[in-house]
């Protein structure tokens, strides 16, 4: 349980934030959402974990960059009183082959999933390390361990966000903060809605518990990271992905 816990979700209006947002507030922790949508979704969104009985704060921030990163980070504290678990959830995609991809399309991918990350936790870092607790979950993706065509910007994003959760976990060990990943497959929101339908049926064959993940199933085990049964778990990817990748 998560109770007395705060838990700050980057990209936590909607798809899959939001059911992580939804999970932890339900294990009773506080639960801010940050994300640089629609602030009336966000808001819908907060309501929702309120009406689970716990204490909700919602704020429109852009994570790539740092002043909005540490003016929303504040502003968090201020209303919750602190973060005890961080989820780095928010990305984006722009999926094209090499040949097209523009170096725009390349740093626009990289700036939110990589950069965005990144500047979340050194927000974070200081108070993760005065406290000497902490958890903090960074949603990588299967595209990051085993390349996508269609995705140089995307799987070179979320590769970098293994290697910075491994190295975040070296550094903070020593503090009692856990850094971990958890890597989707193809999981049922408005990201996999807007790609080539076609071509996700024809992935979607190849996976073997044969069906689309649902967002529920990646807060699961975001819960799970966060929680006490998790406290010997740092520097470690959990794939959920139906089987789609298995090493
Ligand atoms: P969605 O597009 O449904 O939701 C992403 C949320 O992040 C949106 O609310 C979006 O807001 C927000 N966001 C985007 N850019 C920023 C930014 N710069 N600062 C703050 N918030 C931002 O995506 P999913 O729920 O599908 O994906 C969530 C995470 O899971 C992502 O990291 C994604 O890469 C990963 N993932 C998803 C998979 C899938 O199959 N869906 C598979 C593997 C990984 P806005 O309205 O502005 O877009």
New binding site residues.
């Given amino acids: 349980m998560l109770q007395g816990k705060v838990a700050l979700v980057?990209?936590?209006?909607?798809?899959?934030?939001?059911?992580i947002a939804l999970k932890l507030a339900s294990l009773g922790a506080d639960v801010a959402i940050?994300?640089?949508?629609?602030p009336a979704?966000?808001e819908a969104t907060a309501g929702e974990v309120r009406a689970l009985g716990v204490k909700a704060f919602a704020a429109r921030?852009?994570?790539?960059?740092f002043d909005q990163v540490t003016e929303a980070v504040a502003k968090v504290k201020e209303a919750l009183g602190g973060v005890d678990i961080l989820v780095?959830?928010?990305?984006?995609?722009r999926d094209k082959l090499a040949l097209r991809m523009t170096p725009e399309d390349f740093d626009a991918v990289l700036?939110?999933?990589l950069k965005?990350t990144f500047l979340m936790i050194k927000a974070l870092y200081a108070d993760f390390m005065k406290k000497r607790a902490g958890r903090i979950v960074n949603?990588?993706?299967?595209?990051g361990l085993m390349g996508n065509a269609g995705q140089a910007n995307?799987s070179a994003?979320?590769a970098g966000v293994v290697g910075l959760t491994k190295t975040i976990a070296r550094e903070l060990a020593a503090r009692n903060v856990t850094c971990n990943a958890v890597?989707?497959?193809?999981?049922?929101?408005?990201?996999?809605a807007?790609m080539n339908q076609d071509a996700l049926q024809e992935a979607c064959k190849a996976i073997p518990l044969r069906r689309?993940?649902k967002?529920e199933d990646?807060a699961e085990a975001v819960a799970f990271l966060a929680g006490d049964g998790a406290a010997y778990i740092t520097g470690s990817v959990i794939n959920v992905?139906g089987g789609f990748f298995m090493r």
């Fill in positions: 980057t990209g936590g209006a909607r798809g899959i934030g939001k059911a940050l994300d640089a949508g629609d979704l966000s921030c852009d994570i790539t960059d780095n959830n928010a990305g984006i995609t700036s939110v999933n965005g949603i990588a993706s299967i595209s995307y994003s979320k890597a989707p497959g193809f999981i049922e929101t408005p990201m996999t807007n689309m993940g967002p990646v992905d």
